[in-house]
């Protein structure tokens, strides 16, 4: 079972340039399906749709969410597709299963005041040789809405000559243009000043130097994505906000809905998000139903005047 599930996802990676983080997930999803199976005392091969309804009605009784119970599925199915086309099966016991459905869910996001808050603190908070790159990374994320990851993989190479925009890579290896804000740019060039003169130091003193924008000591060259993410929580409890409603996700969509209430068309910010499907980025059209209510408490000529 495991060359089935290394082979799957090799071609994932090649064919479909699926991104590192969903390898990963599919990879624990699929090995945890591998084990159910093995404890059931039969294999990949021999699977049946009975086995793959009975593991997922066992998930579900580990009060495993909708939203898990469903990418479990989707790479039961997609693991099953691959070894149908590659002969490996002559059929797909996953497809005429009916998955769980995910639960939509309006996405938390903060005011203008609390973005403002946030970006003050951190020009403030912690020690003082970080701030410039702290800066540049909050005001970067709620300038232009890039996703964590594509955040901290930013390569140092998009952001020199004073760019109006950025070229962004995204999931599945798309690339899109996004602008770049002028404070955005203004904490960018301080930070890039400060980080050359860290990279020219340790040139000399023999050590490698780093491609990225936001280069770490660790494994991969860049910050990590938990490291960020730590990061912004500290900056939430600097700045007086309930860390628990603060995370990266939530700059990223602050991003989208002040965008949306400044009145920008939906498909300008399907197109900044990076989202391949409207309906992704509809999700967002939550925030004008206070607006249309306004306008039509004020503007319809039947409406009640209070």
């Known amino acids: 079972m495991d060359r ?7 071609a994932l990676a090649a064919e479909q340039g699926a991104a590192r983080n969903t390898l990963l997930a599919y990879g624990r999803d699929l090995k945890d399906f591998a084990a159910w199976l093995d404890r059931r005392g039969t294999g990949f091969a021999g699977a049946a749709r009975d086995d793959v309804e ?6 579900e ?4 969410s ?9 790479a039961i199915r997609q693991m099953y597709r691959f070894a149908h086309e590659e002969g490996l099966r002559s059929d797909n016991p996953a497809l005429p299963i009916r998955g769980p459905g995910r639960v939509q869910r309006l996405p938390g996001t903060l005011t203008r005041s609390d973005v403002a808050a946030l970006l003050d603190a951190a020009a403030t908070h912690g020690p003082a040789s970080d701030r410039l790159r702290n800066c540049c990374l909050m005001e970067l994320i709620y300038a232009t809405g890039m996703r964590v990851s594509e955040l901290v993989e930013l390569p140092v190479a998009a952001v020199r000559g004073g760019p109006r ?4 890579r995204g999931k599945g290896g798309k690339e899109r243009m996004v602008p770049l804000s002028q404070p955005a740019k203004d904490a960018l060039a301080n930070w890039l000043a400060a980080r050359d003169a860290l990279e020219d130091a340790a040139r000399t003193s023999g050590r490698p130097v780093s491609g990225f924008l936001f280069p770490s000591a660790g494994k991969d060259g860049h910050m990590s994505r938990q490291a960020f993410h730590l990061l912004v929580k500290s900056l939430a409890l600097a700045a007086g906000l309930d860390p628990a409603g603060v995370t990266p996700h939530s700059l990223r969509h602050a991003f989208a809905t002040h965008l ?11 197109t900044l998000l990076g989202h391949a499907d409207l309906a992704t980025t509809e999700i967002y059209t939550h925030v004008l139903d206070e607006q249309l209510r306004q306008l039509v408490l ?9």
């Open 61 to 64: 009784s580990l009060g495993l």
């Open 4 to 10: 089935w599930i290394s082979s799957f996802l090799e």
């Open 165 to 168: 925009m950025i070229l962004v």
């Open 54 to 59: 009975s593991y997922l009605i066992w998930t």
């Open 66 to 74: 909708k939203a898990t119970r469903a990418r479990r599925l989707s």
């Open 260 to 270: 949306l209430e400044g009145g920008a068309d939906l498909r300008v910010i399907q």
């Open 298 to 306: 004020t503007h319809h000529p039947l409406a009640r005047q209070d």
